[in-house]
Each structure stands twice: as C-alpha cells, then as structure tokens.
C-alpha cells in the first residue's frame, strides 16, 4: 500500500510543516507532493526543507494535479470552506485542520460538497490520536468510571493572542483558538452532543487590546450540558506565560479519570532551595508530535481503504456551533440552547 | 495561657467528635468542659470516649453553664440560628460549623447578635487552616502566578446522599453540603466576593430520589464571575464511589497553581498486572484532620487574645448567598447576580 | 487508662523535645513528669515550653523519683548503656533512641539488664509507626510484589555533620547517624537478618575534616545479602543541602513497591519559566511527626498491658552490628559477615 | 544529504527490526538496503514487512555488497567480534549492540579493526539519546547537583531468562543482558570510569535453573567506586513480572536528580475501590523507541560528517569490563578491581 496517495499540504505554519514533515517520510500509503503558500519566502523554506520542488502559491494549482489525490487544509479558518468546496468539487479527499470554519453554514456546506464529491472530509482533532487519550476514552469505555456524569476539559496556551484575533466577531476568539479541542473531547468522551452552553469571558493578559476590542476576552470558562443530561466544563486561554496545559477529566457515576499532564519529563530536580523542579509542558507540538502522526495514518487509511474519517465533518460542525454558541452566551450574558 | 477557655461541644456526630477530641486534648488555652446531644445514647458514648462527665440534652443547659466559655456549634444546619443568636445573647463565643445557616437573612440575624453580645464568631471553613491550602494562599499572595484570572476548586464526596437531603428547599442540597468550602476557597484565593454565578444540577447517583423530589441533584457545575472581574468555577458531587476528592486550581496572569491530591500515601505497588496502584483519600476526616486542630487553635488564640476570627461571620453570610444564588441559578436556568 | 505511666525524658535536643511535646500532652495512658537535662539552660528553656517544673540535671535523680515509671533516653549514644542499665537496675521501662548503643557488647548488656529488671526496652526506629510505611509493610505481607529479592532504602539528611561525627570509631558514622533507620527498615521488610555486608564510604561535602580525619565520610552505599539469601541496598549522606530524602524500594518475584517522598505538600506551581516546582521535605521532624507519636503511643501501651515492644532491644543490637559491619568494611575494603 | 548511506542491519529479532523499521523511512541520509539474517523465514518475514527485496543469509553476502555503507549488528553477543572485525575489514562503518562482546580482549580487537579500517564505530547504548537522559545529563553538567557523588541506576526486565543464559560463563548474565545500559549510563553521568565494583547475585525467579545451574542469577545488586572517587549502585534483574523499569538517580554535592518513570502514560483512574491506578511501562522498545530513532540519527551523523561517535568502540569495551568484573565478584565473594 506504499505510495498511492500524493498529498498537498495547504498552508506552511507551524501545523502546517507538521503534516508535511509527516507525509514526507513515514506515512505509508501516502506521499507528500506539493506545498501551497501565497508567500513565496515562505512556499520556498518550506520546500527546501522537505526536499520537495513542487510549490504553489494558490491552491486551485494544486487541486489541478492530477498527482494530487488529497489536501490537507492548515490556512486561516476563514478560508476553510472556501478551498474545502473547491477540493472536493476538484475529487480531492480532505484533512481539515480545526476550527472546521466561523459558522455552521459554512460547516454544512462543506460537508455537503465533500458528500457530492464523494470525497473523504476529516477534522483536525488531533487529541482523537493521542496515545494518552485514546488509551482514556477505551477505559471510559470499558466502564472504568461507571456513567459519565461530568467531562472537564481545559486549553491553555502559551500562545500571545495576535491583533487579528482581538475582534471576536472575526476570530471567534480563544473559544475557536484553543478550545475546539476541548469541546470535540467533551463530545467524544460524553458520547453526546451539547444541548445548552453558558460561558463568561475576559481580558486578563492583552491590556492594549481592551479600547477598541473591549469584547476580546483571552481567558473564558463555559458549562455545559449535554443532550442526554451529562454535565461538562471548559476553560481555556491564550497567552499563558507558563506553558501548554491540557488536560481533561471525567467524573463518572463510580469514579474519576484523569489525562494529560503539565509536567513534560521524567526529571526531577532538587537543589539547595529544597524545591522539587521539573519541565513543563511547553508546546502542543511537543506534545502531539505522535497524535499528528497518528491522524494522519488514520486519514490515509480512510481514504485508501474507504472508510468513514474519524472525527467526522460532523464532528467539526458541531465543535463551531459550540464555539459560536459560547460566544453568543459570552456577549449576552444568558445560556443558549443549541 | 492553659486551660482558661472552658468549651462546650454541640453536637456528637463525625464533625463534632473531631472538635471534641481536638478540645480535650492539645489545644492550648482551652479544655473540653462538656458535650450537648439531645439524644442520650449518642450523648453517653461521647462522654464516655471523651472521659468527659458533663453531657447536656438540651444547648440552652450548656449556655446556662459558666464554666463553659466558647460553644462549636455541630448541629443541623436549620438550627444554626437559634443556637448561636442564644449563645451569643449568654455571651458565649461561637465557632459555628458549615454551611451557617439556611439563608443570608439568618446569618445577618447571627451575625448582629454576636455583634451585639460582644462575642466571637468564627466559621467552620477548616481549609483555610489546611497545610497545603494555607502554604498555596501564600504563593499566590506573593505573587506566584501573576493576578488571578480563575479559580477552580471541587468537593466531591463519597457520602450517599441521605433521605433529608432530597428536598432541595430543605436541605440547600450539595452547594450548601460539600461546596461551601469550595465557594469560600475561591473567595479566599481570588480575595473578592462573587457577583454572579450560573449553575447547572443534575442526579446521577440517586435513581430512587427521582420520583418524589425531581430537583434534588447531586452532581452540580458552577460558573462565577468575581466583582472586580476574576473567574470561577466550582464542581461538586455526593456519592461519588471513589474517593474524597478536593483539588484546588488558580490561574493567573502568569502562571498556574495546584493544590490538593487525590493519593492519600506515598506508597506506589506495581504487580504482575503492570499497574501502578497508590491509595486514594477516602475521607475528609482523614484529609483534614489536622486542619480542624490548627482551626480550633485559631478559634481560641482569637478569643484569647482578642482578636476578629478568620473565616468570619461575614465570610459565612457570603457563602450561603452563593448557595442561595446557586441554587436558584439551577432552578431557573438563568444566570443569578448575587 | 488516663495518667497511668510518668515519663522522664532524659535529654532536651531535637528529639528529646519531640518526644517530650508528645507526652505533655495526647498520649493517653502517660504523662510526662521530668525533663534530665545536664544544661541548665537548655533544661530550663524545656521546662518553661513545656509548662514543666521538674527538671534533673543528672539522670539519677529521674530515676529515683518514684513519679517516674519510664525514661526515654535521647542522649548521646555513647551514654546510652549506663542510662538504659541503670534505668533497668531501677525498674523503669525504657524507650531508647537509635542507635541503641556503640557497640555489640554494650547491647546486649542493655537487653540483659532490662530482662533481668522486668522492665520494657524499645528502640526508637520511629518508621516502624509511621503510617506510610506500616501500610507498605501490610502490602508487602500480603504478597503484594510476592517473595521478597531485594530492599533498597537510603536516608540522606540536611544537617551538617558536626566536628564530634569526624572520627569513625567514636561516632560510628553516617551509616549510625542516619542509616540506622535504613538498616532497621531493611530487616523489617525482608523479615530476616542480615548475613554479610559490603560498603564503600567517601567524603564528598566536609573538606575541613579530610586532613585530620581521612577515614570520615558523608556518603556510604552499602550491600547486604540477607541470612535466607534476599538482598538489600543502603544509601546514606549527611549534609546534603537539598532535603530530607528517605525513600525505600522493595522489589519482589512479582512485583515492586515504592514508599516515601521528596514531596512535602500537593502544592504544585509554573510560573513563567515553565516550571513545576513543588516543595520537598526540609526535616525528618516535618516527615515522621505522626510516626513519633504513634511510637510514643505505641511504648505506652506495651508497658501498661504487659506486652514486648517493637522495635525491641534485638532490633537495636542488629542494627548496631550492621552499623559497625559496615564500616568495617569501609575500612577494610572487604565484606564483613556478621 | 539524503540517501547516501546504505545500510544492512544483521540480525532479525525484535531490536535488529526496531532499527531496520528506523533506516527503512525517516533517518535522513540513510537508507535500508539490506536485512541479514541465517534463518529464512524470520528473513522473509523481516523484507515483507519492510518491503525490501534484498536478504542475506550471511553477513558476508552484505559486506561484499556496495550498496552497503554501514552495518548495524544487532546478532547474538558471542558472534559480534567476528562480524565486527569482517565488517571493518570490507571497510563498512559498524553501529554495535550492546553488550559490545563476551571479553574485554574481543572489544579491543573490535576496535583496533575498526581503527585500521578506518571505519567508524558506535556503541547501542540507546539511553543516551534517550530525551529525557539527554536532559538529566545536560542539567547534571550544569551543575544542578553540584559535584556527582553517587550514581544509583537500574534495569529491571519483564523478560523471562531463556535457558541459554543460564550459563553465566557463556551469557554473562542480567549484568550483560539489563545491566550494561546501567553501568554505561554510570560513567556517563559520573563522566568517569570504574575502579572497583562489588556485585552479589541470587536466583529468585527461575527454579528450573538451579540444579544444573546453582552459579545464575535472576537478580543482582552491584556497588562501584569510581576512579576519581564518586560512589555507584546498580541493581538489575530479569524475569520481573510487572514492568520494564529503568529509573536513574543522582546525588551530588548540592542536590538530587532523579530521571525515568514506571509510569507510562499520563492516565489516572481511581474507581469504587479507592485506589488510583495508573499503566506501567511494559517494554523498552516502547519506552525508548524515539531513543533508538535518535541513535541511528547519530550514527549517520558521525558516519556522513567524519566525526567520531558516542557512545565509542571504547564506551562498549568498559562496560563489558565492567560486567565481567561483575560476574567475578559475584563468583568470589570479594570486590574485584578494573
């Protein structure tokens, strides 16, 4: 099954270099054959690096190659359905990095082009592919905790929001940023969707943001509750000085789980201050290195083999209602139904 | 300064045996002088483990009594008022145990009679005497963590919700019962009395409390919103099979702080089925122990040497309100200003 | 069962006034009516914290005191055979401070004078009563990891070792100073005596002492192979800066378990430098507290009910022999059998 | 620099494919052109799963192979000398398992051939590029601890000992099999080498050995006295049913580092039993999985950039030094000299 899928990975930041590093070596299955990215000196670094020669700068280019048989999207979010659309018209299967887009419409739209295509559509949540989490969903599974009662989950990151994020009604805000993670856990661990969402917000860390976005908000805590009753908890936030912490834990009719972990090594140091010291956790891409591996194997499957992705446009469509759901609490300061 | 304040303890169940034991031995400056319980057996056993004669049916024959100085009141929670305004009135000094009374209006009531009578009064919130917790308030208050953004705590207990319990009305439900500490922890950490809280309930553990009291809940999540702006959020449980679990969360502008443990040893085994297994703290009695000494300590250094208590009355008053808030939050579905 | 036994602690030091607090108040069944102490001052400062007013210079007096009904003896270990002996010859029941005594011979006249004064000898191996290794113990017993191969345990201490600890012959060492407890932990896991010992020994952290006293060291490892055949492993230093760390391993043929931790409390912070930092023990008086006390209790209710103690004078005079092995063999470079 | 080495890996069991899955994607410069191995169906097995074609049945079809730059030698101990040596003298640089060979004498063949053939020559001693040893040694080198006192390391193994190691004259035994990552992660922490060591050993799992063979051991507790004087322990065993456990300890002067974990993942689940219970390491090739990546990057490193590698022909030769004077101790009673 070596070398059946050409991959173009849209999109050269962080996330994006992560999926192509991915596909340009260790994928079976799959191939990495181009680089999209408007910015030249960006398009050019990332194709020396990956040892790659086919760059281009839109990416309708790299839906025209015939070598191209899947995309994977890691652009401004605002520019998902769009390419997403075009893809699956053009017969491209997708990986959709998170948030899927601003708004349920958007969202569905997707979806339905994908469908038409026939073409797979999977979400980039790559805590699905977690070792840890995965390995906490089967006991969850498996009755370890009895019922699940109340999912709690938390993203906080070390990120410093940037100005094109500080007006919410364009960037959906750390809601969207950092804790569509949180809520797609919530939903995979409940096994549920969300009926009702009530959330506060602030902003603690970005005083130069407060005159004219007096809505931006840099740390929110939202509740929620699901469909079939279980309770839930997210808190999230942005430009955290001490490091990438996520975690999660479910209270359960007959116990508690709890997974991930701030502490990023095995080592414990201490010194003549007698205080036990220890590194933390300082990226996401230190911690998922493996859940991008992982989700991204699990998307070459589905898309070789013709199976249904997990987690599912669906599960992106549903994690923006949340979003926006939040936000729409946040500012009118009632819960609101989804 | 032994031996000068004579105590009497209302009330010889698990809380008021902790205070009792506490008194008749190893707090300087006070002596356990006398027990109070309407019932004779339960009164009897206590005399007889605390080597202690004068037992009392009725609190108003140990107010009468002018070897005692100071009652802890241990009693149900309906009965706060009438026993404490009536200690106060006999110029007794009060360590009042939580929640403090049903409603604010009862707590004003106690706190101007102590007022009045020119006593002491101080809450039974021991986490604030608690090694851990006191040692975390000090990091924060030194700066630690930056500001606070949010503080998160939970109580989730493994007691079974009792028959009396049921009637929310009555019993103010698990709010009042586990999460008063959290809600004082939170005022005591963000150093701000709330403004408004919203709060979802939900029974997951008590099927045969369904029918005749469809409000009742035992599991419960809480949003706050300080004065001056900050965060919280509160979770709290009854019944839960597993453990006695209270952990303790701030974040702040530049850092995080942890409190509270679930491994109750530090005693790890690893047998042949590869699993690292510690025990869990099953009680508070056990969590705590040495939190109601310091806490019984205060109470008499502030008595003796003349000083205002910590918590005081009025941090009582403010934890019932959030109750209050809480569970009207729970009731409407809406948002509730305090 | 209230104020039966009076206790004289002879020796007003660190540990003396541990057990002192202990007795003054909360040890049902003693009370505390005599500190010894050949310093006045430090008798009289004793005297007033603890709200005394008999004070001996020379133990002789306590032991003519008919008030008096045991002694605990917390002097130097040199003193430790004519105080235990005579305190036997005078019908007082003995609790005795590790290490029982300098040499072989000198242990077992202590035993033989107390067997033939009828009275109790305990020895103070304090983690017998401590509540994280009585569980570990239990555990181990009850098959836990299995048979038992191997027990590794090490005592590293803050405390500076001071110019009398510089000559081996009259102090014994770091292995009596503070691997005493270690050796005593061994042979209470392993449940069988040690056959042979091999150690090494160096001083890493006292220069001032290598000119005159070469055969001084601060870090001693030592093996022991056990009479049934197990194995075991001490570590041990003085004048480490970093904390008070003593830690024990037990490795079974199914299985491994860990006790103790250089953890001091729950508290857990990250700062802005992204790392965790949490306190570690400063002193095994903060460790063992409780332990103390469970001794202290323990001593008590073997004397008033007519029961052997535990740790007896046997466990002391193993100890001692292993002590005395070890530096033998430190400095001989050779095992020594025992 | 991709694709220049050609590399052979000799040897089919689990850690020869651990490294052939490495070279076949994902180590830059390097390809996997060659699987060796004398048994045909474990060859075949090995090229389907990699999707080679090219196996050899012996190692010299590979040395005379040019497409073959380098061998990694992953065979049973005995035979590495002899493919060693051939390897240097067909000029192809040689990436060796540890243990290095039987005798000190067959290292320093090896390392003289590999000398005249001007091959380079890298030891497996996988831990050192293993993340979080690589952190400990950097934090140790910083001075964390100040002066290393004592290194305390040890290697304890799930897997059962195969009745060809119960000759020791022949196997070498749990200090050869486990115990060399130990003793090469002692000097590589101590930053020197060893003078002294001490070793006992006993049999506690394997029964079936003792008749015919009284002189295995299933379980060995080793001490070492470095040559500018630091202290070392090390314990190892075979056979342990419930982990593969490899956990590292410093004490220097000034502090303590403590680095690996029985833990495997960051999950944590406490049930009605009250116990918390977490998933034990189970296997080194899990644990240091990314370790063995990151050697075999080293490895082409030092090959392409003509630099010598770490850890050396030199590093392999000590620790087999080591072991053997291990084994002599363990057969003699004495501590034996290197």
């Known amino acids: 099954m070596l070398g ?21 070596s260790g994928i079976d299955g799959a191939r990495l054959v181009a680089m999209v990215d ?21 990416y309708r280019e790299a839906l025209a190659d015939p070598a191209v048989g899947a ?3 890691v652009t401004p ?86 100005p094109w994020m500080y007006d919410i009604a364009k960037s959906n805000g750390p809601l969207a940023e950092v804790n569509s993670h949180d809520i797609d856990a919530l939903r995979w661990f409940a096994g549920d969707d969300f009926a009702e969402v009530y959330a506060i917000g602030g902003n603690y860390r970005c005083p130069e943001a407060r005159k004219e976005h007096p809505d931006f908000y840099d740390n929110v805590a939202m509740t929620i509750r699901f469909r079939r009753g ?14 990438y912490d996520a975690r999660l ?13 701030l502490q990023a090594s095995s ?26 591996r992982e989700e991204d194997r699990a998307f070459v499957g589905c898309v070789l083999e013709d199976r249904p992705p997990t987690p599912s446009g669906r599960d992106g469509l549903e994690a923006v209602r949340a979003v926006n759901a939040g936000n729409r609490s946040i500012a009118t300061g009632q819960p609101v139904k989804l």
């Open 4 to 24: 059946n899928l050409g991959i173009a990975v849209v999109g050269s930041g962080r996330a994006g270099m992560i999926h192509a590093r991915n596909f340009a």
């Open 38 to 58: 408007p910015v030249a000196e960006a398009r050019a670094a990332a194709l020396r690096e990956l040892g790659l020669d086919r760059g281009y700068g839109d």
């Open 71 to 73: 995309v994977v999207v």
């Open 77 to 162: 979010t605002a520019t998902h359905r769009e390419i997403v659309v075009a893809a699956a018209e053009a017969g491209k299967h997708v990986l959709c990095e998170k948030p899927m887009a601003m708004t349920a419409e958007e969202c569905t739209a997707m979806i339905a082009a994908c469908d038409r295509g026939r073409v797979r559509l999977q979400l980039g949540f790559m805590r699905r592919y977690a070792r840890d989490f995965v390995e906490a969903k089967a006991a969850i599974d498996a009755g370890a905790v009895g019922e699940v009662v109340l999912v709690k989950s938390h993203t906080r990151g070390p990120s410093v929001p940037q």
């Open 230 to 243: 279980a309770q839930g908890m997210i808190d999230g936030a942005q430009g955290v000085g001490y490091a």
């Open 249 to 261: 834990e479910v209270v359960g009719t007959r116990g508690v789980l709890l997974v991930g972990a």
């Open 267 to 292: 080592v414990v140091i201490c010194g003549s201050d007698s205080r036990l010291v220890s590194p933390a956790v300082r990226s996401w891409r230190d911690l998922f290195a493996d859940a991008y």
